[in-house]
């Protein structure tokens, strides 16, 4: 499968802890993204990469999330003191910029349950 | 920055009958429109847009409409079928900050 991976697919914590989740890209694409969904919503944009470089990170997002993209390749975005509020739908996608043409693609996500 | 409002929320139609989501967006600079249809329990996947240069386009029984001036864009699936029941989320490039935002979605239900 040459699809975007994400890993782990689902993980329970609990409240306080720090969890890391990893998202591999299609190997060609120049950019990453990760969005947050929740039952009934549309993806929220998180942040996101043009190869290494994190381009912009939501004004909305706490500074308990953290992400990064070493070398271009795989991204991990981190939660430290998770919060109930926290549990959700995290999903990651790659595109390969052409112009103003972006096509999303997604990965199977990471669904975060914090107890 | 960018906004995206979507509606209806949920759809319901009858097989064969039309169906027409609609979408509005804030920033008057956004020149990409996509469309994105997931499937329960499965990731969202891209199934047609739009350039801000185009007032139409289709492709087999889907079509999308991009009016710039009222800042809005409309999908259009026509002969509907039970597969076509989903979640679809219309979504706008935002030229300044060059990423793609989702509106909140509307669940479409295809009733046989």
């Known amino acids: 499968d040459t699809g975007v991976s994400q890993n782990p697919r689902h993980k329970i914590t609990k409240r306080g802890q720090n969890v890391t989740f990893r998202c591999d890209p299609i190997?060609?694409?120049?950019?990453l993204y990760w969005y947050r969904q929740t039952l009934g919503q549309g993806p929220e944009f998180l942040t996101y990469?043009?190869?290494?470089?994190?381009?912009?990170k939501s004004r909305l997002l706490s500074d308990r999330f953290s992400a990064e993209r070493p070398k271009g390749s795989f991204s991990t975005l981190e939660i430290q003191r998770t919060e109930q509020g926290d549990s959700a739908m995290y999903l990651c996608?790659?595109?390969?910029?052409?112009?103003?043409?972006?096509?999303?693609?997604f990965g199977s996500g990471t669904q975060l349950s914090v107890l | 920055g960018e906004n995206v409002e979507q509606h209806p929320s949920t759809l319901s139609v009858q097989e064969g009958d039309s169906a027409v989501i609609k979408c509005t967006y804030s920033?008057?600079?956004?020149?990409?429109f996509p469309w994105y249809k997931q499937e329960l329990g499965k990731r969202p996947q891209l199934i047609i847009d739009?350039?801000?240069?185009?007032g139409e386009k289709k492709d087999q029984r889907i079509a999308v409409t991009l009016n710039k001036t009222a800042k809005h864009f409309s999908l259009h699936i026509t002969e509907t079928q039970p597969e076509d029941s989903a979640v679809y989320f219309c979504?706008?490039?935002?030229?300044?900050?060059?990423?793609?935002?989702f509106g909140p979605g509307t669940s479409l239900s295809v009733i046989p």
């Open positions: 739009i350039r801000s240069n185009v």
């Open positions: 990469f043009q190869n290494e470089a994190q381009l912009e």
């Open positions: 979504a706008a490039k935002e030229t300044s900050y060059d990423k793609v935002i």
């Open positions: 996608a790659s595109s390969l910029l052409d112009r103003e043409n972006e096509k999303l693609f």
């Open positions: 920033d008057s600079a956004s020149n990409y």
């Open positions: 190997s060609e694409h120049n950019r």
